[in-house]
């Protein structure tokens, strides 16, 4: 079963990272970023497409302008993720046949980048805008409209983004931060799948 989980690899090493990508998968964690200020991205994702793209969605974080969407798609990625909701960035995502989860934080960053094509939404940060917001927006957007929270967000509160109708969390640091190996990647992930799951009363 695949959630609703995008995990942040940021700062992943290009010799750790399809390592590290099969233990998120192990656990139930298909849809993996390398943000692109991480120390040689481009070849992380490579590796990880590589070994891993038929069994996850493999792709960049932290995607800023079109030639960066370019590079992804000729390392094998997937998935376009970005801290902003550059239009031209959704164009070319959506160009090149991939996902794109642009940032946002206001209804009218959400509606410009839906229109644009996004496929969801990344509510950054999540902190700021709250459960509240999230609510008040989810009320004016299109039915159906992905959302995912990032930042803020982790196996304590997933019951209550849940129930305000969250479609899913990326989640950094909970999960990897430089240094950690390969089985303390694993364990976090086990514990972040298992409150997801609890969360959503499975």
């Not at 800023?64 to 995502?93: E, F, R």
Request: hydrophobic fraction near 45%; charge should be negative; charged fraction near 15%.
């Amino acid at each position: 079963m695949s959630r609703n989980i995008i995990a942040i690899l940021r700062g992943i090493q290009p010799h750790e990272a399809s390592d590290i990508c099969a233990a998120l998968i192990a656990e139930g964690i298909t849809r993996i970023e390398v943000p692109l200020n991480s120390p040689e991205p481009l070849k992380s994702i490579e590796a990880m497409a590589r070994d891993h793209g038929a069994d996850a969605m493999i792709g960049a974080g932290t995607v800023l302008d079109v030639q960066s969407v370019s590079d992804v798609a000729n390392a094998g990625g997937k998935m376009i993720v970005s801290p902003n909701a550059d239009v031209a960035v959704i164009a070319a995502s959506k160009a090149a046949g991939m996902m794109s989860y642009p940032g946002v934080m206001t209804p009218t960053e959400c509606f410009a980048a839906l229109k644009a094509g996004a496929d969801g939404l990344k509510l950054f940060p999540s902190f700021l805008l709250g459960i509240d917001g999230l609510k008040a927006i989810k009320a004016v957007l299109p039915a159906g409209a992905e959302t995912y929270a990032v930042g803020g967000v982790g196996p304590s509160n997933f019951a209550e983004w849940l129930s305000a109708e969250v479609t899913g969390f990326g989640l950094g640091s909970s999960l990897y931060r430089p240094g950690y190996g390969v089985a303390e990647v694993g364990k976090n992930a086990r514990e972040a799948v298992a409150a997801y799951d609890k969360a959503l009363g499975q």
